[in-house]
């Protein structure tokens, strides 16, 4: 898989001191303006339109399958400083799993803290990491990502009760177009929304290659040719 990173752009010298440290550390790193206003724009009149298709409404909205939802979601993913930090964290040998939109609307995108995998391992055996891209503001009282820095190393850590909050916890807080790389075996969750207004994101999993997927996709001829060889070998 060296091969097929270099082709896509990914290098080493993307990631800035700081966000490898923070990966290794906090177990996150951020990313400013990773989409432009007008990719924001364009994602969520898609979005718009699959969601009314789709006759979902109220809770908390999900749409999934956006690997294969055509180029406008490509950019969430298929971008080299973000394969380099995916890389970081669970070296060449990783896939993108899969993509899909979660809104939190009024009143509802709480969770109790989790992580995304029953195998706490270790660094230089994390198995999953997953990429949240803002399509709105992320505030601190519109459902934004919560994360407990750190306890992707503390295989002692112990979750509040249900929903509570944890002393440690961190809102991910950010402009839309923002994208947080988080290690999936950090301690995290979705807040509740009290604003009046739906908090809009999509979510990408990559995963160490031969783990577990809790999802899988196989992608079909229109975006394997859409996207080359080197990034469907990346699915």
């Known amino acids: 898989m060296h091969e097929v990173l270099a082709e896509l752009g990914v290098r080493a010298d993307l990631l800035a001191p700081q966000q490898l440290s923070e990966l290794d550390e906090l ?26 298709e789709s006759g979902r409404q109220g809770g908390t909205l999900h749409l999934r399958g956006l690997l294969e939802a055509g180029m406008v979601f490509d950019a969430f993913w298929l971008r080299p400083h973000l394969l380099a930090a995916v890389r970081h964290q669970l070296g060449p040998e990783f896939r993108i799993s899969e993509m899909h939109y979660r809104a939190s609307t009024p009143d509802h995108g709480g969770q109790a803290l989790h992580i995304d995998t029953i195998d706490r391992a ?9 990429a949240v891209v803002a399509l709105t503001d992320f505030t601190a009282d519109n459902g934004a990502t919560r994360v407990v820095p750190g306890s992707h190393l503390d295989h002692g850590f112990v979750p509040p009760h249900g929903h509570d909050d944890h002393p440690d916890q961190v809102t991910l807080v950010g402009a839309a177009g923002t994208c947080w790389l988080f290690n999936s075996h950090l301690w995290h ?29 196989s992608p ?10 080197a990034a469907y070998l990346l699915m």
């Open 189 to 217: 969750s979705g807040t509740k929304n009290e604003t009046g207004q739906i908090r809009h994101a999509v979510l990408t999993r990559f995963q160490r290659r031969g783990a577990a997927a809790l999802l899988d996709t």
């Open 122 to 130: 270790g660094p230089g055996r994390w198995q999953v990491c997953n």
């Open 220 to 229: 079909s001829d229109g975006t394997i040719e859409r996207l080359g060889s």
């Open 27 to 52: 177990g996150y790193c951020r990313f400013d303006r990773f989409l432009s206003p007008d990719q924001v724009a364009a994602a969520l009149a898609d979005v718009e339109i699959r969601l009314r």
